[in-house]
């Protein structure tokens, strides 16, 4: 097999613009992501145990399913607002809420690191997976910390290292046989941001928050969620996943070479239920029962 090496201009999943093109492609996408991220939000919705009459913020709350699950943990007593950047993503949540006969959740299209919401109004705030992309995280959890009552509590999920998360390193060290990735920076906002432990730690600390647990989360990702067969996983890896953005405006014969060495990739990769890699995800947890330093 002959080998071409060509340059990618950014690293991977780094720089996405999430009020744009990345809200739009995770909008169309978005049945395939929440299957895939499906069992690691059922463990964070179960850490999270939010109670009935409860007042939850869904962070990045995407096209809402996180959002449907929080709204029946708090009863019709309660209240949900999913919060998004992506208006795309917000409109699709509050269709599907309309279709689902959700009647207390709510949807706001904002960034979470300036919104202004009602000081002290919530209970709980809540993430699957979307707190990783603030420009300034330390900045972010200082406004979020302003929304929580005395005694709230913050439950989320975020990535852990990159070696643990073959999902992404495997696939990507595929796509590099072919196109130099130039290396991700370890502080700039993508999926893998909140992967130290240490950092996400200060961030928190900084915003004032106690008590902060990391859970490790270990299982397997299938792309593109349960059922798909190698062509759709394929398919998904292209124009959903970031192989299809570091091929964008490369050579049609690069682009063929890349495609057929992911299809072998994968396809030694697939079971009965689809593609899957192992996956690694911190569920953290921590409370705000001091006064905000914010
Ligand atoms: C990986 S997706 C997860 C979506 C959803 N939580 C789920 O699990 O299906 C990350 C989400 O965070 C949102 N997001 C990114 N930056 C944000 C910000 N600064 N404020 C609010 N939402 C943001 C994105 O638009 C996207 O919907």
Redesign the pocket.
């Known amino acids: 097999m002959s080998i071409t090496t060509q340059s990618a201009e950014k690293p991977l999943l780094q720089g996405q613009d ?2 744009g093109a ?2 739009e492609k ?1 909008n169309h996408w ?1 049945e395939r ?2 299957a895939m ?1 499906a069992p690691i ?1 059922a463990a964070t919705l179960t850490l999270a145990a939010c109670k009935q009459g409860e007042r939850v913020l ?9 959002t449907f699950a929080l709204a029946k943990q708090v009863g019709a007593g309660g209240q949900v607002l999913g ?4 208006s795309a ?1 917000v409109q699709t949540a509050a269709t599907r809420a309309r279709q689902q006969g959700v009647t207390n959740a709510n949807f706001l299209c ?4 300036t ?1 202004k919401l009602s000081e002290g109004g919530y209970d709980c705030l809540f ?9 300034d995280p330390f900045a ?1 959890f200082r406004n979020l910390r302003l929304m929580l009552r005395e005694g709230a509590r913050v439950v989320f999920c975020c990535w852990g290292p990159p070696p643990e998360n073959p999902w992404v390193s495997s696939l990507s060290a595929v796509v590099s046989r072919h196109i130099s990735l130039p290396p991700p920076d370890p502080l700039a ?1 993508g ?1 893998f941001a909140f992967a130290d432990q240490v950092r996400t730690r200060s961030i928190l600390e900084q915003a004032g928050f106690e008590g902060i647990t990391f859970t490790p989360w270990h299982g397997r990702q299938v792309l593109g969620g349960p059922g798909l067969d190698l062509d759709a996983v394929v398919n998904f890896a292209e124009k959903a996943f970031f192989v299809g953005d570091v091929l964008e405006g490369k050579p049609e014969h690069l682009r063929q070479q890349v495609l057929a060495d992911v299809r072998g990739f994968l396809r030694d990769r697939q079971t009965a239920d689809g593609v899957e890699l192992d996956a690694m995800a911190w569920l953290v947890s921590a409370s705000c029962s001091g006064k905000s330093s914010a």
């Open positions: 999430w009020s990345m809200g995770w978005h992501f929440e991220l939000g869904d962070i990045g709350c995407g096209a809402g399913a996180t919060l998004d950047i992506s993503l904002g960034d979470a690191a919104i993430s699957r997976f979307g707190v990783m992309f603030f420009a972010a906002p999926p």
